[in-house]
């Protein structure tokens, strides 16, 4: 089985607000509450800040959605939301924000996948980035299928970061937890060269703050959406 991380360029930059108003109409939601989510996008403007400069001359805003908001990631997965139903039924898709992945056993689908992202982002005016699209092959006996973007070849990798947990294609978590280890030991020697005490408790409150909260992102890997979706498919 291959799977395709599908990365877009200033995702949440670049959704035209014409086009993002008509997909919510088509979508189903009332002329009413577009207006709303209209008038929230409309009037914004941006500067260029050096230093302490910062430019008279301004530039309106006319797409993206506001990162830091509630309506942001929503808004985002309306205007992507046609894309996701639109591939051929033997490839599955999970999406979380602008995070989408395609994995099928069927390469000449997830090509065809490939394309149809490749025509719905010259339709809609996103982009991809292309150097971090990826392909994860799985299994021992994978052919390792070569799969472009338009004339540009998707870069193969044996571990990709999804969701901030590092997936290798063995399906293990040791680089994940090798960088969790490697950062605790970095952070452990930091935190000795800094502070000298003889007393044990102190210490110990150190290693609390600073050393413990790393091991509950080894313990994320756990429930990693993707290895289970894998996992449900029954194919370990």
Known sequence: MDVIFIDFKKAFDSEPHDLLMLKMLNFGIQPNLCDWFRSFLSDRISKIKIGNYISSNFFPITSGVLQGTVTGPFLFLIYIDDLLSSF????????????????????????????????????????????????????????????????????????????????????????????????????????????????????FKLFNAYISPLSSMAAKSSTHPLINSLKNLNLF
Do not use: M
Not at 121 to 129: E, G, R
Not at 147 to 164: E, H, I
């Open 88 to 203: 051929p039924e033997d490839v599955r898709v999970t999406a979380f924000a602008d995070d989408i992945k395609l994995f099928s056993n069927n390469s000449v689908s997830l090509q065809k996948s490939i394309d149809i992202v490749v025509a719905w982002c010259t339709k809609w005016k996103l982009a991809l980035a292309n150097n971090k699209t990826l392909v994860l092959h799985l299994g021992k006996s994978n052919p390792n299928v070569e799969y472009f973007t338009g004339a540009l070849k998707v870069k193969a990798t044996s571990c990709a970061r999804d969701l901030g947990i590092f997936v290798d294609n063995k399906l293990t978590y040791r680089s994940h937890i090798d960088r969790i280890v490697n950062n605790a030991l970095h952070k452990s020697r930091v935190i000795l060269r800094s502070f000298r005490s003889s007393n044990p408790t102190f210490y």
